[in-house]
């Protein structure tokens, strides 16, 4: 079993749509929880960042941790259509490194 | 600052041949990562630095693959002989030892396909 499991999709929405993903994990000495946006042959981004339990909210965008059930999600309010990526989990334990260990990714269409 | 800067973008080459991907990391940066981006295994962690050591080489697929780092602005990943089953997206990151978030930056990645 992979530490980070995510629904790899692919998941294809219309414009305005509420988009929720998600992640699960089985390491509990995770603390810091990331999520990653990917455009088509480029690099990913950080696109949201949260410590520990709670949420956490960036114009159209909030982030959920749920430590007691291992589950983080990503929202996206009225979804348009340059959210069309690959939305990538990310998490990582203490310690000065603090080596992330990434989800498969989810590839979002929004159409137009 | 230009970011991470990788190359080449793209290397079409064919079994058998020496592979040598090169990696700029922003400037100040104290780690280094290389990644792997296949597919069927999503983002894969190879090799990463520490001010130009490398501490974590158990990513690494095999002894094909080496890793080095000469200075604090220059980083090679090098696969001799290559195999197809090598063909994959690289990536190069880099990122401060003093970050709140832990934030990675990654270059735009070298496409290798090996035929």
């Known amino acids: 079993q992979k530490e980070v499991e995510q629904d790899p999709g692919p998941l294809s929405v219309p414009e305005g749509a509420i988009v929720s993903l998600n992640c699960t994990y089985s390491?509990?000495?995770?603390?810091?929880f990331m999520w990653y946006r990917q455009y088509s042959r480029k690099g990913p981004e950080l696109l949201m960042y949260?410590?520990?339990?709670g949420n956490k909210e960036d114009g159209r965008f909030t982030a959920q941790v749920d430590k007691s059930s291992k589950y983080i999600s990503l929202f996206i309010r009225d979804s348009q259509p340059s959210d069309s990526a690959t939305y990538l989990c990310a998490m990582s334990a203490k310690g000065s490194a603090r080596q992330l260990t990434f989800g498969s990714g989810t590839q979002l269409t929004v159409l137009p | 600052d230009a970011g991470v800067i990788q190359s080449p973008r793209h290397e079409v080459t064919e079994m058998g041949q020496e592979v040598t991907l090169r990696c700029k990391p922003i400037?100040?940066?104290?780690?280094l990562f290389w990644y792997r981006q296949t597919m069927m295994r999503g983002l894969e962690l190879l090799i990463y630095f520490n001010n130009n050591v490398p501490i974590d080489d158990s990513g690494m697929p095999e002894d094909r693959f080496s890793a080095k780092m000469p200075n604090a602005s220059f980083s090679t990943l090098k696969i001799q002989p290559s195999e197809p089953r090598d063909s994959a997206v690289y990536f190069c990151a880099s990122r401060l030892l003093r970050s709140n978030t832990g934030e990675l930056f990654f270059g735009e990645g070298s496409r290798l396909t090996v035929l």
């Open positions: 390491n509990s000495a995770f603390q810091y």
């Open positions: 400037s100040g940066h104290d780690y």
């Open positions: 949260t410590y520990s339990s």
